[in-house]
């Protein structure tokens, strides 16, 4: 089993920066990919970045290309997501998930662990 709590959400002003934080416990963090996923509302949840075991890969959604950055710290079970450059279109609640295949996965379906979620409002 594994608890994921994610952190670091908040309300920032457009062209502004956030980092989220995702704290993992349970089975070995560094066993699983990890990713982190968004929700605005009326809308379905959306893959944003994922990042491999031992952060040699990292995949992102072309909306946050060259304005997010994922990364993880195995040695202190977290999982960060820096935003820059955010915009009105990225407010949502952000999810971090763990996934316990090999391979990144943009595909919720393949997540096997979910945290509850930080909300991210940005204003215009």
């Known amino acids: 089993q594994v608890q994921l709590v994610e952190s670091g959400g908040g309300l920032v002003q457009a062209g502004g920066s956030l980092r989220l934080s995702c704290a993992a416990s349970?089975?070995?963090?560094?066993?699983?990919?990890m990713g982190w996923f968004r929700q605005a509302p009326g809308k379905e949840r959306e893959f944003v970045a994922a990042?491999?075991?031992?952060?040699?890969?990292?995949s992102y959604a072309d909306s946050v290309k060259g304005r997010f950055t994922i990364s993880r710290d195995n040695s202190k079970n977290l999982v960060y997501l820096q935003m820059n450059s955010l915009k009105p279109e990225d407010t949502a609640i952000y999810y971090c998930?763990?996934?316990?295949?090999?391979?990144?996965?943009?595909?919720?379906?393949?997540?096997?662990?979910w945290g509850q979620g930080t909300q991210v409002t940005v204003s215009s």
């Open positions: 349970g089975r070995s963090f560094s066993t699983y990919v």
């Open positions: 998930a763990a996934d316990l295949s090999a391979r990144i996965s943009v595909e919720t379906r393949k997540y096997n662990y």
């Open positions: 990042v491999s075991r031992y952060s040699s890969t990292t």
